[in-house]
Antibody, heavy 118, light 111 residues
Framework: QLQLQESGPGLVKPSETLSLTCTVSGGSISSSSYYWGWIRQPPGKGLEWIGSIYYSGSTYYNPSLKSRVTISVDTSKNQFSLKLSSVTAADTAVYYC??????????WGQGTLVTVSS | QSVLTQPPSASGTPGQRVTISCSGSSSNIGSNTVNWYQQLPGTAPKLLIYSNNQRPSGVPDRFSGSKSGTSASLAISGLQSEDEADYYCAAWDDSLNGHVVFGGGTKLTVL
């Protein structure tokens, strides 16, 4: 059974860079046909797709976040990562990692809350 | 403001059939398939319907999806109390090099 687990700091200061890692177990991140992505949900609000990456490094990003987002993959560790720069309070959210085919996310991590505050 | 438009709330009594709509445009729903997610309180979203009307293994056939033009619908028949959750539609959008778009979500209340 494929499992995804997010990890990273739960508190980030304004203007700094948010960094999260998703560790994939029960399957290879190098599997063809699948993208690996990040989706976030501000408290009490809806879902927002951040971006997705293929194991080869090909990426798609949310146009509204593209200037601040970098998603990378480490196939040797079966992990992929998110960096979001210049964060503000508006970036406070539960961040989920997921395995995607286009807009279809069959597998999700449990989510991790990241709060932006000084 | 979400690219896909959903009603913020819906409700029904046990046993009833309820539908949730999702409206988009030619660059997303009009040219790509629609997916639906169910999010129970305090949990990660779960894929409910993919490719307009396909159910992943384990999803009861009480849940069904449909698409017409630039709109889609999720129908839940034989409503149960455990169906009380937030529901989101999602689709691929071909504009701006391609990206995923979500609806704002619909909170379903079982009365």
């Amino acid at each position: 059974q494929l499992q995804l687990q997010e990890s990273g700091p739960g508190l980030v200061k304004p203007s700094e860079t948010l960094s999260l890692t998703c560790t994939v177990s029960g399957g290879s991140i190098s599997s063809s046909s699948y993208y690996w992505g990040w989706i976030r949900q501000p408290p009490g609000k809806g879902l927002e797709w951040i971006g997705s990456i293929y194991y080869s490094g090909s990426t798609y990003y949310n146009p509204s976040l593209k200037s601040r987002v970098t998603i990378s993959v480490d196939t040797s560790k079966n992990q992929f990562s998110l960096k979001l720069s210049s964060v503000t309070a508006a970036d406070t959210a539960v961040y989920y990692c997921a395995r995607l085919v286009g807009a279809v996310a069959h597998y999700w991590g449990q989510g991790t809350l990241v709060t932006v505050s000084s | 403001q979400s690219v896909l438009t959903q009603p913020p709330s819906a409700s029904g009594t046990p046993g009833q059939r309820v539908t949730i709509s999702c409206s988009g445009s030619s660059s997303n729903i009009g040219s790509n398939t629609v997916n639906w997610y169910q999010q129970l309180p305090g949990t990660a979203p779960k894929l409910l319907i993919y490719s307009n009307n396909q159910r992943p293994s384990g999803v009861p056939d009480r849940f069904s999806g449909s698409k017409s033009g630039t709109s889609a619908s999720l129908a839940i028949s034989g409503l149960q109390s455990e169906d009380e959750a937030d529901y989101y539609c999602a689709a691929w959008d071909d504009s701006l090099n391609g990206h995923v778009v979500f609806g704002g979500g619909t909170k379903l209340t079982v009365l």
